[in-house]
Protein backbone atom coordinates (compact mmCIF):
# COMPACT_ATOMS: atom_id res chain seq x y z
CA UNK A 1 0.00 0.00 0.00
CA UNK A 2 2.93 2.68 0.53
CA UNK A 3 4.93 1.56 -2.45
CA UNK A 4 1.01 2.15 -4.08
CA UNK A 5 0.50 5.50 -2.47
CA UNK A 6 4.25 6.94 -3.21
CA UNK A 7 3.69 6.01 -7.26
CA UNK A 8 0.65 7.94 -6.99
CA UNK A 9 2.36 10.66 -5.18
CA UNK A 10 5.22 10.72 -8.21
CA UNK A 11 1.93 10.46 -10.72
CA UNK A 12 0.40 13.74 -8.86
CA UNK A 13 3.87 15.76 -9.00
CA UNK A 14 4.35 15.30 -12.55
CA UNK A 15 0.75 15.52 -13.73
CA UNK A 16 0.88 18.96 -12.22
CA UNK A 17 3.42 20.16 -15.18
CA UNK A 18 1.68 19.13 -17.91
CA UNK A 19 0.83 21.41 -20.48
CA UNK A 20 -1.70 22.86 -22.40
CA UNK A 21 -0.50 22.92 -25.79
CA UNK A 22 0.49 18.64 -26.05
CA UNK A 23 -3.12 18.32 -24.82
CA UNK A 24 -4.44 19.87 -27.88
CA UNK A 25 -2.97 16.55 -29.94
CA UNK A 26 -4.94 14.60 -27.53
CA UNK A 27 -7.18 12.31 -30.73
CA UNK A 28 -8.08 8.76 -30.76
CA UNK A 29 -8.40 7.59 -34.38
CA UNK A 30 -10.50 10.64 -35.83
CA UNK A 31 -13.95 10.17 -36.64
CA UNK A 32 -15.87 12.76 -36.91
CA UNK A 33 -14.46 16.92 -35.80
CA UNK A 34 -16.59 18.91 -33.23
CA UNK A 35 -16.45 22.59 -34.11
CA UNK A 36 -18.76 23.49 -31.17
CA UNK A 37 -18.45 25.45 -28.76
CA UNK A 38 -16.51 28.70 -29.93
CA UNK A 39 -17.67 30.16 -26.80
CA UNK A 40 -15.53 28.62 -23.57
CA UNK A 41 -18.48 29.97 -21.26
CA UNK A 42 -20.21 26.78 -23.33
CA UNK A 43 -17.25 24.43 -22.74
CA UNK A 44 -19.01 22.74 -19.08
CA UNK A 45 -21.66 22.26 -21.47
CA UNK A 46 -19.91 20.26 -24.15
CA UNK A 47 -18.10 17.83 -21.46
CA UNK A 48 -22.06 17.18 -20.28
CA UNK A 49 -22.81 16.88 -24.07
CA UNK A 50 -19.50 14.30 -24.70
CA UNK A 51 -20.38 12.62 -21.14
CA UNK A 52 -24.19 12.10 -21.77
CA UNK A 53 -23.52 10.72 -25.64
CA UNK A 54 -25.13 13.86 -27.23
CA UNK A 55 -21.81 15.00 -28.58
CA UNK A 56 -21.94 11.99 -30.79
CA UNK A 57 -18.71 11.28 -32.32
CA UNK A 58 -15.86 13.72 -31.72
CA UNK A 59 -12.69 14.29 -33.23
CA UNK A 60 -10.27 16.28 -30.72
CA UNK A 61 -11.28 18.64 -27.80
CA UNK A 62 -12.19 21.76 -29.55
CA UNK A 63 -9.86 24.36 -29.43
CA UNK A 64 -11.31 27.18 -26.90
CA UNK A 65 -12.27 24.34 -24.77
CA UNK A 66 -8.73 23.16 -23.83
CA UNK A 67 -8.01 24.74 -21.06
CA UNK A 68 -11.22 23.62 -19.54
CA UNK A 69 -10.33 20.44 -19.97
CA UNK A 70 -6.87 20.43 -18.44
CA UNK A 71 -8.64 22.39 -15.09
CA UNK A 72 -11.25 19.84 -15.16
CA UNK A 73 -8.50 16.84 -15.15
CA UNK A 74 -5.96 17.85 -12.99
CA UNK A 75 -8.71 19.07 -10.45
CA UNK A 76 -10.89 17.97 -7.74
CA UNK A 77 -13.82 17.70 -9.90
CA UNK A 78 -12.68 14.65 -11.78
CA UNK A 79 -11.70 12.61 -8.87
CA UNK A 80 -15.46 13.50 -7.07
CA UNK A 81 -17.44 12.59 -10.51
CA UNK A 82 -15.37 9.17 -10.65
CA UNK A 83 -16.10 8.38 -7.08
CA UNK A 84 -19.60 9.12 -7.76
CA UNK A 85 -20.12 6.83 -10.60
CA UNK A 86 -18.14 4.01 -8.04
CA UNK A 87 -21.01 4.66 -5.73
CA UNK A 88 -23.28 4.60 -7.88
CA UNK A 89 -22.10 1.27 -8.98
CA UNK A 90 -22.38 0.06 -5.82
CA UNK A 91 -25.63 1.12 -4.85
CA UNK A 92 -27.07 -1.23 -7.93
CA UNK A 93 -24.80 -3.93 -7.14
CA UNK A 94 -26.20 -4.48 -3.17
CA UNK A 95 -29.10 -5.18 -5.34
CA UNK A 96 -27.93 -7.81 -7.23
CA UNK A 97 -28.13 -11.74 -5.75
CA UNK A 98 -25.28 -13.33 -6.48
CA UNK A 99 -26.24 -17.15 -7.57
CA UNK A 100 -23.10 -18.48 -6.25
CA UNK A 101 -22.77 -20.81 -9.18
CA UNK A 102 -19.32 -18.26 -10.35
CA UNK A 103 -21.48 -16.66 -13.47
CA UNK A 104 -22.49 -13.30 -11.96
CA UNK A 105 -20.37 -10.95 -13.92
CA UNK A 106 -18.95 -7.30 -13.76
CA UNK A 107 -17.40 -6.10 -17.09
CA UNK A 108 -14.98 -2.97 -16.45
CA UNK A 109 -12.64 -1.66 -19.43
CA UNK A 110 -8.78 -0.76 -18.55
CA UNK A 111 -7.72 2.00 -19.75
CA UNK A 112 -8.89 5.48 -17.89
CA UNK A 113 -11.90 3.00 -16.31
CA UNK A 114 -8.92 1.08 -13.82
CA UNK A 115 -5.69 2.94 -14.80
CA UNK A 116 -5.04 6.39 -16.10
CA UNK A 117 -3.89 7.52 -19.18
CA UNK A 118 -4.04 10.99 -17.92
CA UNK A 119 -0.14 11.77 -17.58
CA UNK A 120 0.98 10.61 -20.77
CA UNK A 121 -2.01 12.89 -22.93
CA UNK A 122 -1.24 15.82 -20.75
CA UNK A 123 2.50 15.48 -21.18
CA UNK A 124 2.84 14.02 -24.74
CA UNK A 125 -0.18 14.75 -26.50
CA UNK A 126 -0.77 10.56 -26.58
CA UNK A 127 -2.09 7.68 -25.08
CA UNK A 128 0.83 5.27 -23.35
CA UNK A 129 3.22 2.91 -25.63
CA UNK A 130 2.94 -0.46 -25.02
CA UNK A 131 6.37 -0.06 -22.71
CA UNK A 132 4.18 2.41 -20.74
CA UNK A 133 1.17 0.66 -20.77
CA UNK A 134 2.66 -1.41 -17.54
CA UNK A 135 2.83 1.58 -15.91
CA UNK A 136 -0.26 3.94 -15.91
CA UNK A 137 -1.50 4.81 -12.37
CA UNK A 138 -4.68 3.43 -10.87
CA UNK A 139 -7.77 5.20 -10.70
CA UNK A 140 -8.46 5.35 -6.74
CA UNK A 141 -12.13 5.10 -6.86
CA UNK A 142 -12.08 2.36 -9.12
CA UNK A 143 -10.14 0.68 -6.90
CA UNK A 144 -12.03 0.86 -4.11
CA UNK A 145 -15.11 -0.59 -6.01
CA UNK A 146 -13.52 -3.14 -8.19
CA UNK A 147 -12.26 -4.96 -4.12
CA UNK A 148 -15.38 -4.48 -2.80
CA UNK A 149 -17.14 -6.51 -6.14
CA UNK A 150 -14.37 -9.02 -5.33
CA UNK A 151 -15.43 -9.15 -1.89
CA UNK A 152 -19.66 -9.74 -2.51
CA UNK A 153 -18.50 -12.61 -4.56
CA UNK A 154 -19.02 -11.26 -8.39
CA UNK A 155 -16.46 -12.64 -10.93
CA UNK A 156 -14.46 -9.95 -12.75
CA UNK A 157 -14.40 -9.82 -16.56
CA UNK A 158 -11.73 -7.22 -17.96
CA UNK A 159 -12.60 -6.72 -21.60
CA UNK A 160 -10.36 -4.00 -23.17
CA UNK A 161 -9.66 -2.95 -26.66
CA UNK A 162 -5.78 -3.32 -26.04
CA UNK A 163 -3.64 -5.79 -28.19
CA UNK A 164 -3.27 -9.70 -27.18
CA UNK A 165 0.61 -9.06 -27.62
CA UNK A 166 0.26 -6.78 -24.95
CA UNK A 167 -1.09 -8.87 -22.14
CA UNK A 168 1.81 -9.76 -19.67
CA UNK A 169 2.32 -5.73 -19.87
CA UNK A 170 -1.08 -5.77 -19.08
CA UNK A 171 -1.01 -8.33 -16.19
CA UNK A 172 1.82 -6.50 -14.70
CA UNK A 173 -0.03 -3.25 -15.23
CA UNK A 174 -2.66 -4.31 -13.61
CA UNK A 175 -0.86 -6.10 -10.61
CA UNK A 176 1.04 -2.64 -9.95
CA UNK A 177 -2.11 -1.12 -9.97
CA UNK A 178 -3.59 -3.08 -7.25
CA UNK A 179 -5.69 -5.05 -9.13
CA UNK A 180 -5.64 -8.96 -9.20
CA UNK A 181 -7.69 -12.43 -9.15
CA UNK A 182 -9.82 -10.92 -12.38
CA UNK A 183 -11.70 -14.20 -13.80
CA UNK A 184 -11.14 -13.46 -17.49
CA UNK A 185 -9.05 -11.02 -19.52
CA UNK A 186 -10.34 -10.42 -22.95
CA UNK A 187 -8.25 -8.95 -25.22
CA UNK A 188 -7.90 -7.69 -29.25
CA UNK A 189 -6.97 -10.76 -31.13
CA UNK A 190 -5.57 -10.73 -35.00
CA UNK A 191 -9.65 -11.04 -35.76
CA UNK A 192 -10.41 -8.53 -34.03
CA UNK A 193 -8.28 -5.38 -35.57
CA UNK A 194 -10.24 -3.94 -38.00
CA UNK A 195 -13.43 -3.72 -35.84
CA UNK A 196 -14.78 -0.89 -33.92
CA UNK A 197 -14.76 -1.29 -30.44
CA UNK A 198 -18.25 -1.19 -30.15
CA UNK A 199 -18.61 -4.46 -32.46
CA UNK A 200 -15.69 -5.94 -31.14
CA UNK A 201 -17.28 -5.65 -27.40
CA UNK A 202 -20.43 -6.86 -28.28
CA UNK A 203 -19.24 -10.00 -29.79
CA UNK A 204 -17.58 -10.56 -26.64
CA UNK A 205 -20.43 -9.81 -24.43
CA UNK A 206 -22.59 -11.80 -26.44
CA UNK A 207 -19.64 -14.78 -25.85
CA UNK A 208 -20.33 -14.73 -21.90
CA UNK A 209 -23.68 -14.77 -22.30
CA UNK A 210 -24.03 -18.09 -25.05
CA UNK A 211 -21.75 -19.50 -22.15
CA UNK A 212 -24.37 -18.84 -18.83
CA UNK A 213 -22.52 -16.04 -17.40
CA UNK A 214 -25.13 -13.12 -16.37
CA UNK A 215 -23.90 -9.41 -17.21
CA UNK A 216 -24.97 -7.37 -14.15
CA UNK A 217 -23.19 -4.42 -14.67
CA UNK A 218 -20.11 -3.34 -16.67
CA UNK A 219 -17.90 -0.39 -16.57
CA UNK A 220 -16.48 1.96 -18.55
CA UNK A 221 -14.92 5.47 -19.74
CA UNK A 222 -16.07 5.64 -23.51
CA UNK A 223 -19.90 4.58 -24.54
CA UNK A 224 -18.53 2.11 -26.90
CA UNK A 225 -17.23 -0.02 -24.13
CA UNK A 226 -21.23 -0.26 -22.79
CA UNK A 227 -23.68 -0.07 -26.09
CA UNK A 228 -24.28 -2.70 -28.44
CA UNK A 229 -25.68 -5.40 -27.98
CA UNK A 230 -26.25 -7.87 -25.40
CA UNK A 231 -25.80 -5.04 -22.51
CA UNK A 232 -25.00 -5.39 -19.23
CA UNK A 233 -28.27 -4.87 -16.59
CA UNK A 234 -27.13 -1.60 -15.70
CA UNK A 235 -24.17 0.59 -17.30
CA UNK A 236 -22.15 2.86 -15.95
CA UNK A 237 -20.14 5.27 -17.76
CA UNK A 238 -17.04 7.19 -16.17
CA UNK A 239 -15.74 10.56 -17.06
CA UNK A 240 -13.59 10.88 -20.04
CA UNK A 241 -13.78 14.61 -22.04
CA UNK A 242 -9.95 13.95 -23.60
CA UNK A 243 -10.69 11.31 -26.55
CA UNK A 244 -13.43 9.50 -28.11
CA UNK A 245 -13.14 5.84 -29.21
CA UNK A 246 -15.88 4.35 -32.04
Same mark, same amino acid.
Given at each position: ????????????? /???????????????????????? !????????????????????????? !?????????????????????? /????????? +? &????? *????????????????????????? *???????????????????????????? *???????????????????? +??????????????????????? &??????????????????????????????????? /????????????????
Amino acid at each position: MISIMRTLIFFLF /VFSACSETLLRTSVEKPYRASSFP !ENEELCDSWRLSVETNNAGPWEKIP !EVCVPNVISYVKGDTYYLDSKV /VAMESLKFA +N &TVEIA *GDGKDVWIFDIDDTLVSSVIYITLH *GRRPTAEEYQLSPPLPASVWLYNIFLDR *GFKIVLLTGRNESLRELTET +NLLFAGYNSWDRLIMRGESDADK &TATVYKSEKRAELVAEGYKIHGSSGDQWSDLLGSP /VATRSFKLPNPMYYIP
